[in-house]
């Protein structure tokens, strides 16, 4: 078990990097805001501890693990769910509270049952790891039945962090779309979650959009061997959090209008339709839970024209979290964004009118990239879709747009996972061939990592 005991809560920085200048008549205002959490250090001024004293993080973690009947084919898979599931409960941090939970068209609990958490420690880590010898594959899949029963038990336990691991193997079929909707639309600020899907029989946009949803990570385990070390890193990633619930809160002055706020980095997530009111000309985007860490937003707002030389700060941007006895995101809203705690960090975005020409047309380095990684990921997605409706020269287009951004962007991973499914012939003017015959896990990796980026070289 690894050691994950901090003192300190993490201190919070923001940056912003934009071209404040604009041509006489501009009114869009494009920055990105670079926030970092550097664990170990003390937030320091006027705010309040986060936890109470003498006391870290506190967490709950729900393991769901797929007993579909499709988990027995081959019947390895099943045992490296098993084998992968015991390593995170071996990652664990002692008081942690934890349960595992089995997954076919109903949710069960596995370990340690009657709607309860157990509290790790060497005991109840080993009754759970003896509980997961007993699971077995059978029956369909409805994976809103178990992110439903993670959410009872991880809101039953007073806890400042509260995370899932989920792992699929098959397609959502034991429920319909919109059942599972509406359980990430319940679920959504009240725990996160990470998924997995093992195999190549799952579905990419399922469990994308899950882990989207509940402001986690998705990715492809297309060798179930390789399941252990994921959990393992998963895992450690969860005990690594120190807090929960952060938002990035955004004011505006009057006759300004935001645009879009999106994760750039360290993946491309559009946050803009989930803004929740806080008061008036601000609003809260959820960011989930942050530990040692940096991460890179893209904020573009309309400004009311004005005359040259004339400047205004366009946009104010802020850290808050959920007052201490708070409970989650969602009671935040209802207050009006009241009931919040300010992490100290704060960003200003302006907007300065020139007829300067080379200082009004110059793009600032950080944008101009992340607005290629963005166009990355949506050439990516919209060359697959393509591919698979049988519009072979629109997706050799797209991917060979996609071809073209990473390798000016340094997007290496990207690049090769794309080399897998075309033949690239000129990658700096985005000239490719479609493969003929391309892995259904090559193409399946390329759709679920497509929206990973890379940061601005220095």
């Known amino acids: 078990m690894a050691n994950f005991a901090k003192s300190h809560v993490p201190q919070f920085s923001m940056d912003v990097y934009q071209n404040e200048y604009l041509?006489?008549?501009?009114?869009?205002?494009?920055?990105?805001?670079?926030?970092?959490?550097?664990?170990?250090g003390t937030v320091g001024g006027a705010v309040a501890?986060?936890?109470?004293?003498?006391?870290?993080?506190?967490?709950?973690v729900a393991l769901m693990v797929d007993c579909s009947g499709s988990m027995d084919y081959p019947p390895t898979k099943m045992r490296n769910a098993r084998d992968a599931t015991a390593a995170a409960i071996d990652t664990l941090r002692d008081g942690t509270h934890f349960a595992v939970l089995g997954g076919t068209h109903v949710a069960k609990e596995v370990y340690p049952g009657g709607g309860?958490?157990?509290?790790?420690?060497?005991?109840?880590?080993?009754?759970?790891?003896?509980?997961?010898?007993?699971?077995?594959?059978?029956?369909?899949t409805a994976i809103g039945t178990w992110l439903r029963l993670a959410d009872r038990l991880l809101n039953s336990a007073d806890v400042t962090i509260r995370h899932g691991i989920l792992l699929t193997d098959g397609r959502n079929e034991h429920e319909s779309p919109e059942d599972l909707r509406a359980t990430l639309e319940a679920c959504a600020g009240r725990f996160t979650c990470d998924a997995r899907g093992v195999g190549t029989d799952w579905e990419?946009?399922?469990v994308t959009g899950i882990a989207s949803a509940l402001l986690g990570t998705a990715d492809i385990v297309a060798?179930?061997?390789?399941?252990?070390?994921?959990?393992t890193r998963m895992m450690e990633t969860a005990m690594g959090k120190e807090v929960a619930d952060v938002?990035?809160?955004?004011?505006?002055?009057?006759?300004?209008?935001i645009r879009f706020v999106k994760q750039v980095a360290p993946t491309v997530e559009d946050l803009t339709a989930r803004r929740t009111e806080a008061g008036p000309r601000a609003g809260d985007y959820p960011t989930g839970s942050w530990g040692d860490e940096s991460r890179d937003y893209h904020l573009c707002v309309s400004v009311p024209a004005a005359d040259l030389g004339q400047e205004m700060l366009a946009a104010r941007v802020s850290l808050v979290v959920p007052q201490a006895g708070g409970t989650s995101r969602s009671s935040v809203a209802e207050s009006g964004g009241g009931s919040v705690q300010n992490l100290g960090a704060q960003g200003l975005v302006r907007a300065v009118w020139t007829d300067d020409m080379a200082a009004s047309t110059s793009i600032n380095p950080q944008v101009a990239h992340y607005t290629g990684q963005a166009e990355l990921a949506q050439a990516i997605k919209q060359g697959l879709d393509l591919r698979k409706a049988g519009d072979f020269d629109g997706a050799t287009a797209k991917l060979g747009r996609a071809v073209q951004l990473a390798n000016a962007s340094g997007n290496a991973d990207t690049a090769k996972l794309l080399a897998k499914v075309v033949d690239v012939v000129d990658a700096a003017t985005g000239t490719v061939r479609l493969k003929t015959k391309v892995a259904e896990a090559d193409e399946m990796t390329l759709e679920t990592r497509s929206t990973k980026t890379v940061r601005v070289k220095k």
């Open 223 to 231: 060798d179930p061997a390789g399941l252990a070390a994921d959990f």
């Open 23 to 40: 041509p006489e008549g501009g009114r869009e205002v494009n920055a990105i805001v670079t926030v970092t959490s550097t664990g170990g």
């Open 247 to 257: 938002s990035l809160r955004v004011w505006t002055p009057v006759g300004t209008t």
């Open 49 to 60: 501890p986060l936890y109470p004293r003498g006391r870290g993080p506190s967490a709950a």
């Open 116 to 140: 309860r958490l157990a509290v790790a420690d060497a005991g109840t880590r080993e009754q759970a790891k003896q509980a997961l010898r007993k699971l077995g594959a059978g029956g369909g």
């Open 204 to 206: 990419v946009k399922e």
